[in-house]
DNA sequence: TTTATAAATGCAACTAAGTTGCATTTATAT
DNA sequence: ATATAAATGCAACTTAGTTGCATTTATAAA
């Protein structure tokens, strides 16, 4: 009985691979799109706990497990992989019609050019649109 | 006693003239960089109802009198000049070192390539570094 | 296999940002 | 001067997320 990718990776973190971890991470593996906490809630439909869940959000992105996006919704979405800002650097793309989130992974940053005195360290994306699912 | 820039641009805007709406627009057309409600409350001084202050808020922006940003600290912060979705497209520097979230009038948005299927309305920018002033 | 231990979980209480309903006040038009 | 519609202030509410603490559990040492 060999370990799943998803038990791999939390011993590569030195993460202890509990019920909650092993069952959220295993769905932000099979996944395409960013999650809210409540898009995550319904999906582990065995109801976790919310503190549980948000502290497990955290140490995934501490870990560099996933990256935490702002949608301008008001709301925190999560995908799979690690942060943008530590050279993996892609844009976001909000769908107007289903409010799904994608990582557009091929999409760098532009740099723009910015006042003098200005320093810019990093740019962040946000494309608004309609998906190809709609 | 001729009227004054912000009196002028309430009439225009067809918005009653009242205490708080001629404060409060007076503070924003002496300002080059955001606001947040909690900056407002303190600018204001004399203690405006939070409803009140939110809802006027609201209003200007409906006008197109200001325009709302979204830096990602979880609290939207407010600038004077009319949205940048409406012909005026412009990119946020947000500074790391003093959170001061300034409009980069002069930067245009970037156009992505998205994959077949997507469809980009608009994209919004924004740019983290160290400010000029700091 | 048992046991020790540090970390994870669940629960309740809390915070912060923003919204809503409603009674009262005020700006503007007549 | 008065009527009217809109703005204000207050309290109560909502939603997203956080914190403290007692209990449970994963892991590793004995
Ligand atoms: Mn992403
Ligand atoms: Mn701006
Ligand atoms: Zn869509
Ligand atoms: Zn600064």
Known sequence: MKNENHEVL???KGLKKTKVRMALLQHFMGLDHAQSYSDLQTALAKEVDKSTLYRNLTSFEQA???HRINDHSGVS???FGESPIQG???AHFVCECCETVYC???LAPLQLKVPKGFKTKKVQTIIRGI???C
Do not use: F, S
Request: hydrophobic share 40%; glycine share 12%.
């Open 10 to 12: 939390l011993e590569q």
């Open 64 to 66: 560099g497990i996933i």
């Open 77 to 79: 979405k999560y995908a």
């Open 88 to 90: 993996n650097e892609h």
């Open 104 to 106: 557009m992974e091929g």
């Open 131 to 133: 998906c190809a699912a």
